[in-house]
């Protein structure tokens, strides 16, 4: 298993993945990351400055990802943990927290002082992990994300 920078190479394999973790567990499609408009072209998001996206490579095979960017709509110094998909066969082995890990990692090294996150309220393992590495529920959204279907929001200080 490899963790590693995205490639311009990856962009499909990459919105596959995340298509087909909204597709078979059965999330909404509106409102999400699904209906992203970046979700095809995921290198040129994330090659701007001050943002990184990761993807899990194994056997050749592309099978989750998933990065921090500024937080959309917003001037505080903030970023936001964003578009964490992992395939069924990457749950349970300790890759979610290990992106995490990267992901932060590299949040800091932007110079972040917060990461902010949303999620759906069935995605209760990847809350459960997000509390283990610190994050907070908070009342209400940050930023303007646009994701009107993730009425979960967390946040960490860095």
Request: charged share 25%; with cysteine; aromatic share 10%.
């Amino acid at each position: 298993m490899l963790i590693r920078e995205i490639q311009k190479r990856d962009n499909e394999q990459i919105a596959q993945v995340i298509r087909n973790v909204f597709i078979d567990d059965n999330f909404p499609k509106i409102g999400t990351a699904f209906a992203d408009i970046q979700l095809d072209f995921m290198f040129e998001a994330y090659d701007v400055p001050r943002a990184a996206y990761f993807v899990v490579e194994e056997n050749g095979k592309i099978i989750g990802g998933s990065g921090v960017s500024q937080l959309e709509n917003s001037t505080d110094n903030i970023c936001e943990l964003q578009k964490m998909y992992f395939l069924q066969e990457a749950r349970g082995r300790g890759i979610g927290f290990l992106m995490i890990q990267k992901c932060l990692e590299k949040a800091i090294e932007l110079g972040y002082e917060k990461c902010y996150l949303e999620t759906l309220p069935e995605m209760l393992h990847a809350q459960k992990l997000y509390k283990k590495v610190g994050f907070e529920y908070l009342c209400a959204p940050m930023g303007g994300t646009g994701h009107t279907s993730c009425p979960v929001w967390m946040i960490k200080d860095l």
